[in-house]
């Protein structure tokens, strides 16, 4: 079993940043077979997908509201992912969840954005971005 705990949410202005971190305990897999994912949930409305990184961290993708403003690093040594998050906006606002899925292609450029594709889920982390 794994377990995920999220960390650093927070109150933020829009313009503003934030940096979370999510810490995997219990069961561990190789980097290669270990994908990284961030997911966020608005107020009333679905889960989305927010940033993913498989392959050691060599590998990075990011839904289009956050490119280039978003930015996942993964520590797999120390079994951590973080998020990045600048110049932040109101409709950023959600509970961020970060998830890990064992991958079997390795070495694949397969992009996991679905929230059932993930094994394991954090809590999640309130994050609110003010006008």
């Known amino acids: 079993q794994v377990q995920l705990v999220e960390s650093g949410g927070g109150l933020v202005q829009a313009g503003g940043s934030l940096s979370l971190s999510c810490t995997s305990s219990?069961?561990?897999?190789?980097?290669?077979?270990?994908?990284w994912g961030w997911f966020r949930q608005p107020p009333g409305k679905d889960r989305e997908f927010v940033a993913g990184?498989?392959?050691?961290?060599?590998?990075?993708y990011y839904a289009d509201s956050v490119e280039g403003r978003f930015t996942i690093s993964s520590d797999y040594d120390e079994n951590t992912v973080h998020l990045q998050m600048h110049i932040l906006k109101p409709d950023d606002t959600a509970v961020y969840y970060c998830a890990t899925i064992r991958v079997t292609d390795y070495g694949g450029l397969y992009y996991y954005t679905n929230a059932h594709e993930y094994d394991y889920w954090g809590q999640g982390t309130q994050v609110t971005v003010s006008s």
């Open positions: 219990g069961r561990t897999f190789r980097a290669y077979a270990m994908g």
């Open positions: 990184s498989r392959n050691g961290g060599s590998t990075t």
